[in-house]
T-cell receptor
Framework: SQQGEEDPQALSIQEGENATMNCSYKTSINNLQWYRQNSGRGLVHLILIRSNEREKHSGRLRVTLDTSKKSSSLLITASRAADTASYFC?????????FGKGTRLSVIA | EAGVAQSPRYKIIEKRQSVAFWCNPISGHATLYWYQQILGQGPKLLIQFQNNGVVDDSQLPKDRFSAERLKGVDSTLKIQPAKLEDSAVYLC??????????????FGEGSRLTVL
């Protein structure tokens, strides 16, 4: 299956700390994307990393991709209470995006 | 730029009843998706349209679910008859590129269905 699997399933940290979430997948991909979902809302695209890229930054977000290990990580630095949400990785290979089950992040003020 | 619009936001029905959800994608987006998200899980693709043609409906339970995208713009997803296990959030998403381009998806707020 192409589906990504996020780890951990849930993460609770204090405001100001860094949060790291991991995603593993099974088949080769064209790109991997990370999305955020606030409670009761739709998903919002955060960042896309292509299979020939190893690292990408966007504001407080840092994404890495290791295609040899079929894994990716999302780092949120200096977390804020507003970062509380579920985070999903999605893999793409000439087919519709396939989403994992997500990591639920709680940032405590 | 207006986002993806969905309605209704919430719907409660009894099993065996029917329900329809509507989606208006971002203007100019060729590809439209319907995903089902059960509580605590990630979104699962039901159907993908490119313009008004179906690209992928392999995971759509066709005995009870149907979807159309008339004129390549708005789309409706219908469930008839509904089962208890259909309780979920139905998410519509659109993307600028054609199918296979694997670009960013833009999601609506979703339609939450509760089947009693």
């Amino acid at each position: 299956s192409q589906q990504g699997e996020e780890d951990p399933q849930a993460l609770s940290i204090q405001e100001g700390e860094n949060a790291t979430m991991n995603c593993s997948y099974k088949t080769s991909i064209n790109n991997l994307q990370w999305y955020r979902q606030n409670s009761g809302r739709g998903l919002v695209h955060l960042i896309l990393i292509r299979s020939n890229e190893r690292e990408k930054h966007s504001g407080r977000l840092r994404v890495t991709l290791d295609t040899s290990k079929k894994s990716s990580s999302l780092l949120i630095t200096a977390s804020r209470a507003a970062d509380t949400a579920s985070y999903f990785c999605a893999t793409a290979r000439n087919t519709p995006l396939v989403f994992g089950k997500g990591t639920r992040l709680s940032v405590i003020a | 730029e207006a986002g993806v619009a969905q309605s209704p936001r919430y719907k409660i029905i009894e099993k065996r009843q029917s329900v329809a959800f509507w989606c208006n994608p971002i203007s100019g987006h060729a590809t439209l998706y319907w995903y089902q998200q059960i509580l605590g899980q990630g979104p699962k693709l039901l159907i993908q349209f490119q313009n008004n043609g179906v690209v992928d409906d392999s995971q759509l339970p066709k005995d009870r679910f149907s979807a159309e995208r008339l004129k390549g713009v708005d789309s409706t997803l219908k469930i008839q008859p509904a089962k208890l296990e259909d309780s979920a959030v139905y998410l519509c998403a659109s993307s600028l590129g054609t199918s296979g381009s694997n670009g960013e998806l833009f999601f609506g707020e979703g339609s939450r269905l509760t089947v009693l």
